[in-house]
């Protein structure tokens, strides 16, 4: 699609795919109507989305469960982070919030982060997390995890996450990253993998 650039982060499939990127239109850009059959979740990271059903500026959190339909696009541009294909089948729960609008409740378990819910159900738990700065952060696994930085940074075993960096942690397994001077902001997922 004309316009439409995708950051390819994981894909499963060919055309219809379980797929995992960051995509950017560019300004006056527009994506053909279409159905998702796998459901789509993303997150606006810059400027600002619009589809026929709102206009989502940075930090709205849209859950299209399975069979919803729209036609994406955006008239200043803008960047977001998308999972396709990757809801349960029977899972019709919209949301379409902004993560603004959430206070941090404090982690009782782990000193340094807060807390902002998204979504959660028997399956899966999706949130954003605040990591103060100069933190070391358990990032506890068990049943798989995925992370977006959405500000700030951390260390986690040799490498450097920033914002619009990525990190899937299979199940069974945890991670301690490490925050700066400026502390982080993380989309996480848990549960699903």
Same mark, same amino acid.
């Given at each position: 699609?004309?316009?439409?650039?995708?950051?390819?982060?994981?894909?499963?499939?060919?055309?219809?795919?379980?797929?995992?990127?960051?995509?950017?239109?560019? #300004?006056?850009?527009?994506? %053909?109507?279409?159905?998702?059959?796998?459901?789509?979740?993303?997150? $606006?990271?810059?400027?600002?989305?619009?589809?026929?059903?709102?206009?989502?500026?940075?930090?709205?959190?849209?859950?299209?469960? #399975?069979?919803? &339909?729209?036609?994406?696009?955006?008239?200043?541009?803008?960047?977001?982070?998308?999972?396709?294909?990757?809801?349960?089948?029977?899972?019709?729960?919209?949301?379409?919030?902004?993560?603004?609008?959430? #206070?941090? $409740?404090?982690?009782?378990?782990?000193?340094?982060? %807060?807390?902002? #819910?998204?979504?959660?159900?028997?399956?899966?738990?999706?949130?954003?997390? %605040?990591?103060?700065?100069?933190?070391?952060?358990?990032?506890?696994?068990?049943?798989?995890?995925?992370?977006?930085?959405?500000?700030? %940074?951390?260390?986690?075993?040799?490498?450097?996450?920033?914002?619009?960096?990525?990190?899937?942690?299979?199940?069974?397994?945890?991670?301690?990253?490490?925050?700066?001077? &400026?502390?982080?902001?993380?989309?996480?997922?848990?549960?699903?993998?």
């Amino acid at each position: 699609m004309a316009g439409v650039e995708r950051r390819m982060l994981d894909r499963i499939g060919d055309e219809v795919a379980r797929a995992t990127s960051i995509v950017r239109y560019a #300004p006056n850009s527009k994506f %053909s109507a279409h159905i998702h059959g796998g459901g789509e979740e993303f997150i $606006v990271l810059e400027g600002v989305f619009q589809d026929e059903h709102g206009d989502y500026p940075p930090g709205s959190y849209v859950r299209n469960p #399975p069979q919803s &339909k729209h036609t994406p696009g955006s008239e200043e541009g803008c960047v977001i982070f998308v999972k396709l294909w990757q809801f349960d089948q029977s899972d019709r729960t919209e949301i379409k919030i902004n993560i603004q609008d959430i #206070p941090g $409740v404090a982690d009782l378990h782990r000193l340094g982060v %807060s807390i902002q #819910p998204l979504f959660k159900d028997e399956r899966e738990e999706v949130r954003i997390e %605040s990591w103060l700065a100069n933190t070391e952060v358990i990032i506890d696994a068990s049943n798989g995890a995925e992370l977006l930085v959405l500000e700030g %940074s951390f260390i986690e075993g040799e490498d450097n996450f920033r914002p619009q960096s990525w990190l899937r942690l299979p199940a069974n397994s945890m991670a301690i990253a490490y925050t700066g001077d &400026k502390g982080a902001k993380v989309w996480l997922k848990t549960g699903h993998l």
